[in-house]
């Protein structure tokens, strides 16, 4: 039923780009998301993950002050840019004089500030190439919809980077159905970024217009923010979840009782409920490419040695059981 071999690890395909099964989310690697971190430990963590396997490492211009997270990355894969595709995104981190387009979120601040104006698409670009230390990215979101553009503009703006080989392929994050097909009319979509984890169900109409259109799917937070590795008892100060209401504390505890019986299932497979929980996305669609993000070497490791996990159709439906029956207090992580 279970092999957590640590070979190479198979890969998918994202549109046009072949990937690891597992990526790694680099998110996690710059302080005030989950508290401080320096960057010999966010090194470290980065490639222990290449080692380990992962070939897409996703990034955003917007993770940590000034680009931090980026920087990071490019100096921590240099000498070994070939042998990773990076994906990062753009219109979170906005250049002064850039008027921010507030995008609505389920976190207690309320909103983001994004920007996905056409006009501003090249210079987003240039200035993660810069922090990357690289000539080309090979998978480019719009990290956000911008709610006062239409995606379709934003997208076009994207296409000319292709065209001129700056960029490798387009992806779309935090999108609907419908936005879907409307930027993929424009110019073919490889992957699409979504929240969808065991305690964040995909939304169907999503799932069925990617893959009618052949768009992979990357979800974002696939072990709900660390919740679903079954160690998260409390957050502290800088600690991003703070601001999500699942993670208050009467919220944390209900939803840790609630998902008991998933944690249990893991025991019985001897895998770890992280390792469940990703090989679960694996084998929801084929062309699912989940990114989980650690800062621990040890932990990095095991979680893409669930690559190898192979869930039995009886285990499938036990849990499809456990998490149809499960309610989960405190909305949406977005």
């Known amino acids: ?57 996703d990034t955003s211009d917007g993770y940590g002050a000034d680009g931090h997270n980026e920087r990071l990355i490019g100096k ?19 250049p002064e004089g850039v008027e921010p387009h507030p ?13 996905g104006d056409p006009q501003h698409v090249r ?13 080309y990215i090979d998978l480019y979101y719009p990290h956000f919809p911008d709610p ?21 392929h387009l992806g ?15 110019h073919p979509v490889s992957a699409v970024q979504i929240e969808w984890s065991m305690w964040k169900p995909a939304e169907p109409e999503l799932l069925a217009a990617a893959r009618e259109l052949g768009v992979g799917l990357v979800p974002w937070s696939p072990l709900g923010a660390g919740f679903l590795t ?31 019986p998933v944690r ?24 699912v490419v989940p990114i989980p993000g650690s800062r621990t070497p040890k932990h990095i490791e095991e979680n893409l040695a669930a690559a190898h996990v192979r869930l039995d159709a009886d285990v499938l439906g036990r849990l499809e059981r456990i998490l149809g029956e499960t309610e989960v207090e405190g909305g949406t992580l977005l």
Request: net charge negative; glycine share 10%; aromatic share 6%.
């Open 1 to 57: 039923m279970t092999n957590t071999s640590t070979q190479s690890l198979p890969t998918r395909k994202l549109g046009g780009l072949e990937v690891s099964a597992l990526g790694y989310g680099a998110m996690v690697l710059s302080p005030g998301v989950y508290g401080e971190v320096d960057d010999e430990r966010g090194e470290r963590a980065l490639l222990a993950a290449v080692d380990a396997g992962a070939t897409i490492i």
């Open 76 to 94: 921590a894969l240099r000498g070994r840019r070939d042998q990773v595709a990076i994906a990062t995104k753009f219109g979170f981190r906005l």
């Open 103 to 115: 995008f609505p979120i389920g976190y207690a601040f309320g909103e983001l500030a994004v920007n």
């Open 123 to 135: 210079g987003y670009a240039e200035a993660s190439l810069r922090c990357l230390e690289t000539d």
């Open 148 to 168: 006062r553009i239409p995606l379709e503009d934003t997208v076009g703006a994207v296409a000319e980077l292709i065209g001129e080989g700056l960029v490798r």
């Open 172 to 186: 779309l994050s935090n999108v609907t159905a419908a936005q879907l097909r409307a930027a993929h009319a424009v």
């Open 230 to 260: 079954g160690t998260v008892g409390q957050v502290t100060d800088g600690d991003f979840r703070q601001n999500a209401p699942r993670f208050d504390a009467a919220n944390l505890k209900a939803n840790n009782d609630r998902f008991a």
């Open 264 to 287: 249990g299932v893991a025991q019985e497979l001897d895998i770890t409920p992280a390792q469940l929980a990703l090989a679960w996305l694996l084998h929801q669609d084929p062309n």
